[in-house]
T-cell receptor
Framework: KAGVTQTPRYLIKTRGQQVTLSCSPI?????VSWYQQTPGQGLQFLFE???????NKGNFPGRFSGRQFSNSRSEMNVSTLELGDSALYLC??????????????FGQGTRLTVV | GENVEQHPSTLSVQEGDSAVIKCTYS??????FPWYKQELGKRPQLIID?????GEKKDQRIAVTLNKTAKHFSLHITETQPEDSAVYFC???????????FGPGTRLSVLP
């Protein structure tokens, strides 16, 4: 079956702009989580959506937002981009998310560069 | 909330030697502990996981041990090979419906 798909793979944006990233989970998976990965910072949790509802949220400013559609596809939006937002953004899908103990599968990520 | 620490941050071993990476977690209610491997330029991929009702799990050259009392779990790689070189992340899950909390990662280098 198809894996987790993220689009686009690469993005270059200018400070102050906004950006939307997309994540299509594995068929049947209802949980989609988003992470920011920067060198030396590991995987920083942004938020998790389950059945179209934001279930968990990390410690990121309100410029970072997301949503999930009825087909479980998820988007994240970053408004008023800052240089520090340059990172690899990864999404992960799983059947239940969290402590259900089901494996989370990662997409290949979107590399965002803010100039 | 849950907090996961991971040590060491970097680890270099000779090919054929063993490597051990240790993680500690803060919340005793956490019940699922996966390990992910991320090769350069690639996505993290699950290599092994363990649940809180199990003390050890092994898959060929990889094993994970869990000490619930001490709240730590470790990844053991035996007979390391150059293709084991990657960043390894541990994670802990508190309860159903909670998000994964990842450790900061360990960069493993296997020297030929």
């Amino acid at each position: 079956k198809a894996g987790v798909t993220q689009t686009p793979r690469y993005l270059i944006k200018t400070r102050g702009q906004q950006v939307t990233l997309s994540c299509s989970p594995i068929s049947g998976h209802r949980s989609v989580s988003w992470y920011q990965q920067t060198p030396g910072q590991g995987l920083q949790f942004l938020f998790e959506y389950f059945s179209e509802t934001q279930r968990n949220k990390g410690n990121f400013p309100g410029r970072f937002s997301g949503r999930q559609f009825s087909n479980s596809r998820s988007e994240m939006n970053v408004s008023t981009l800052e240089l520090g937002d340059s990172a690899l953004y990864l999404c992960a899908s799983s059947f239940t998310g969290g402590g259900g103990g089901t494996e989370a599968f990662f997409g290949q990520g979107t590399r965002l560069t803010v100039v | 909330g849950e907090n996961v620490e991971q040590h060491p941050s970097t680890l270099s071993v000779q090919e054929g030697d063993s490597a051990v990476i240790k993680c500690t977690y803060s919340d005793s209610a956490s019940n699922y502990f996966p390990w992910y491997k991320q090769e350069l330029g690639k996505r993290p991929q699950l290599i092994i996981d363990i649940r809180s009702n199990v003390g050890e799990k092994k898959d060929q050259r990889i094993a994970v041990t869990l000490n619930k009392t001490a709240k730590h779990f470790s990844l053991h790689i035996t007979e390391t090979q150059p293709e084991d070189s990657a960043v390894y992340f541990c994670a802990a899950i508190l309860n159903y419906g909670q998000n994964f909390v990842f450790g900061p990662g360990t960069r493993l280098s296997v020297l030929p």
